[in-house]
Nanobody
Framework: QVQLVESGGGLVQPGGSLRLSCAAS????????MGWYRQAPGKQRELVAS?????NYADSVRGRFTISRDIAKNTVYLQMNSLRPEETAVYYC?????????WGQGTQVTVSS
């Protein structure tokens, strides 16, 4: 089992940057597919990026967002650049190892001037 705690959300202007962190406790993150998802009001939760030994990105964020992990710190990061107002959402960290999946509580990201 793993527990996930996200941080780093906040208010940022369009075009700005934020770095989200997901600190894991319990099992080490290297055995999981770690992902960042987001859910905007009235919309379904969607995958933003995931990481194992390789990375995967949604088309809408590729080239602007970077997912990374520090196995020694048991932490996953999401560097978000050139943020857009439509990316306002709650961002969730996710750890998956079939058949198990774990979510954090989420962190709010608001992109607004």
């Amino acid at each position: 089992q793993v527990q996930l705690v996200e941080s780093g959300g906040g208010l940022v202007q369009p075009g700005g940057s934020l770095r989200l962190s997901c600190a894991a406790s319990g099992r080490g993150i290297s055995i999981y597919v770690m992902g960042w998802y987001r859910q905007a009001p009235g919309k379904q939760r969607e995958l933003v990026a995931s990481i194992t030994s390789t990375t995967n990105y949604a088309d809408s964020v590729r080239g602007r967002f970077t997912i990374s992990r520090d196995i020694a710190k048991n932490t996953v990061y999401l560097q978000m650049n050139s943020l857009r107002p439509e990316e306002t959402a709650v961002y969730y960290c996710d750890a998956r190892r079939v058949p198990y999946g774990y979510w954090g509580q989420g962190t709010q990201v608001t992109v607004s001037s």
